[in-house]
């Protein structure tokens, strides 16, 4: 067992039972007392854990609050389970190997694998990677050569571009690369699954990632925005959410510059998200799939958008409801 487990185990036991034996320690680990007495002084005297010896007891204890470890084991738990659950999707399952999964179940601790056995985490639905493509993308930002890319918009009309690799993100569960493209001469969004072939080329790249005036533009350009949409200048958008969708978004967090106003109104408490967006699409997506309980509010043409969308599943299901009486007249 690494000292990285006896630590965690000699610091859950001072904080959860409130003392520890080197002997216990010694016998759980089948090491030698010698060496959890020295893992004791790494705690004491690296890590400025505040522990005091009782010699009468022959026990170790903190003499003050230790919170450095504190949920260690529960962290481990909690990454363990994500890492199972990225492996059982299609997506990652040609990423993860049996190495990386038997490290990771390693790294929890023995009292805590039974924990981890009964905790899943179910990855949301996802596109499977091409191999070919991604590899392609990590040798070009390993070798810092630009690539040659065939790419299929969303109106399914093909183009060939030469771009730069920036980042490789994955949002949603769905793979995105974010690119200077050479041709337009900005940082762009490419999404991974309509990339129809890709090459790397000769030609080194323009812009260096060890520039740090570049490197914090990408930055810049990539946490500009509520979403995957990015590029462009950011506004402020309002959605008021009610009932269920309060609920559910209290505990969420939908951006890390969002701001929340709750209110009274005739009908209930509200409460007001307000983030920024570069393109509105995959906002309003998330706030019609709240149903009723969600309203676009600012600015106007947000909120036109959503009254659009709106008249047109109320038109939909009249449609349908006229079919139906068709069908089935009385």
């Given at each position: 067992m690494s000292q990285t487990e006896r630590i965690a185990y000699l610091d859950r036991r001072m904080r959860e039972r409130g003392w520890v034996t080197a002997a216990e320690v010694a016998d759980h680990f089948e090491v030698s007392s010698r060496q959890v007495k020295r893992d004791i002084e790494y705690l004491r005297w690296r890590l400025d854990a505040p522990i005091a010896y009782d010699g009468g007891k022959?026990?170790?204890?903190?003499?003050?609050?230790?919170?450095?470890?504190?949920?260690?084991?529960?962290?481990?738990?909690?990454?363990?389970?994500?890492?199972?659950?990225?492996?059982?999707?299609?997506?990652?399952?040609?990423?993860?190997?049996?190495?990386?999964?038997?490290?990771?179940?390693?790294?929890?601790?023995?009292?805590?694998?039974?924990?981890?056995?009964?905790?899943?985490?179910?990855?949301?639905?996802?596109?499977?990677?091409?191999?070919?493509?991604?590899?392609?993308?990590?040798?070009?930002?390993?070798?810092?050569?630009?690539?040659?890319?065939?790419?299929?918009?969303?109106?399914?009309?093909?183009?060939?571009?030469?771009?730069?690799?920036?980042?490789?993100?994955?949002?949603?569960?769905?793979?995105?690369?974010?690119?200077?493209?050479?041709?337009?001469?900005?940082?762009?969004?490419?999404?991974?699954?309509?990339i129809r072939s890709l090459a790397v080329s000769a030609q080194p790249n323009v812009h260096d990632e060890k520039n740090p005036a570049w490197k914090a533009e990408v930055e810049a350009w990539t946490a500009s925005g509520f979403g995957i949409f990015r590029g462009g200048k950011p506004f402020l958008t309002t959605v008021r959410l009610r009932g269920a969708a309060l609920r559910l978004a209290e505990s969420q967090r939908w951006h890390q510059d969002q701001s929340d106003t709750p209110g009274t109104d005739n009908e209930g408490a509200f409460l007001d998200r307000s983030v920024s967006v570069v393109d509105t699409r995959e906002l309003l997506g998330r706030i019609l799939a709240f149903g009723g309980d969600a309203e676009a509010v600012s600015p106007p043409p947000f909120r036109a958008q959503w009254e659009g969308e709106v008249r047109k599943l109320f038109a939909r299901l009249n449609r349908g409801y006229l079919q139906s009486r068709s069908v089935h007249p009385k």
């Open positions: 022959r026990r170790y204890r903190y003499e003050k609050p230790f919170i450095q470890f504190r949920f260690a084991d529960e962290r481990k738990v909690l990454f363990s389970a994500l890492v199972k659950g990225w492996a059982a999707s299609e997506a990652y399952q040609p990423l993860v190997t049996a190495e990386i999964l038997a490290g990771i179940e390693a790294a929890v601790s023995k009292e805590y694998r039974s924990v981890a056995d009964r905790i899943r985490y179910e990855a949301p639905s996802s596109e499977a990677v091409d191999l070919e493509v991604f590899a392609g993308l990590c040798r070009g930002m390993r070798d810092d050569r630009s690539l040659d890319l065939e790419y299929v918009n969303l109106q399914g009309e093909a183009s060939k571009r030469r771009v730069e690799a920036q980042r490789l993100v994955n949002y949603g569960g769905v793979w995105y690369l974010i690119a200077w493209d050479q041709l337009r001469e900005g940082l762009r969004t490419f999404h991974l699954g309509r």
